[in-house]
C-alpha cells in the first residue's frame, strides 16, 4: 500500500489486510520516522526544526536543541491518540501509531527530501531518498 504516514489510515489499513506499505513522506511531527526506522536522531547532534542551529554545536547550543525536543514529546501523545484509538478498535487490539509504523520498518520509505535544504540525517537502508532541488543548465 503506497501512504503518507502522516496520517497512520493507511498503516492501520496495511496492517489489518497484512500488507506490505511503502512510505512516501516529507516528515512526520515528533520524530515517529526516527523511531519507526530506528535511526539514530541524538538531540545533542541533530539539529531541530526552528532552533536556527547547525551540526556543529556548542555545549548550550546542545542544551537549547534538547529544550526545544521535550515538549514533542507531549505534543505526539496528544496529536496522535485519535489515530492510535482507531487503530484498537479497527485491528481489535491494543495498537498505537508508534507500534504501527515500527511493524513497518521492513517496508520501503520514500523520503522526498533534499540535503541541501534540510538537515543532514542518517539514513537507514530502507529509506530512499527522492525529490528534492533538481536544477538543469537553461541557455
Known amino acids: 500500500i503506497l501512504t503518507d504516514p502522516f496520517v497512520p489510515c493507511g498503516a492501520i489499513l496495511a496492517e489489518h489486510i497484512s500488507l506490505p506499505s511503502v512510505y512516501f513522506l516529507r516528515g512526520i511531527p515528533c520524530g515517529l520516522d526516527f523511531e519507526a526506522t530506528q535511526c539514530p536522531n541524538p538531540p545533542s547532534y541533530v539539529p531541530r526544526l526552528f532552533t536556527d542551529l547547525t551540526d556543529h554545536m556548542t555545549f548550550f547550543q546542545r542544551v537549547k536543541n534538547l529544550l526545544f525536543e521535550i515538549p514533542n514529546v507531549f505534543l505526539c501523545?496528544?496529536?496522535?491518540?485519535?489515530?492510535?484509538?482507531?487503530?484498537?478498535?479497527?485491528?481489535?487490539?491494543?495498537?498505537?501509531?508508534?507500534?504501527?509504523?515500527?511493524?513497518?520498518?521492513?517496508?520501503?520509505?520514500?523520503?522526498?527530501?533534499?540535503?541541501?535544504?534540510?538537515?543532514?540525517?542518517?539514513?537507514?537502508?530502507?529509506?530512499?531518498?527522492?525529490?528534492?532541488?533538481?536544477?538543469?543548465?537553461?541557455?
Open 77 to 139: 501523545n496528544f496529536a496522535f491518540e485519535p489515530y492510535s484509538k482507531l487503530a484498537s478498535e479497527f485491528l481489535q487490539r491494543e495498537a498505537t501509531v508508534q507500534d504501527l509504523l515500527r511493524k513497518a520498518s521492513a517496508s520501503v520509505w520514500l523520503l522526498r527530501l533534499d540535503f541541501v535544504l534540510d538537515y543532514p540525517r542518517p539514513l537507514m537502508p530502507n529509506i530512499i531518498p527522492i525529490g528534492g532541488v533538481n536544477c538543469a543548465h537553461k541557455e
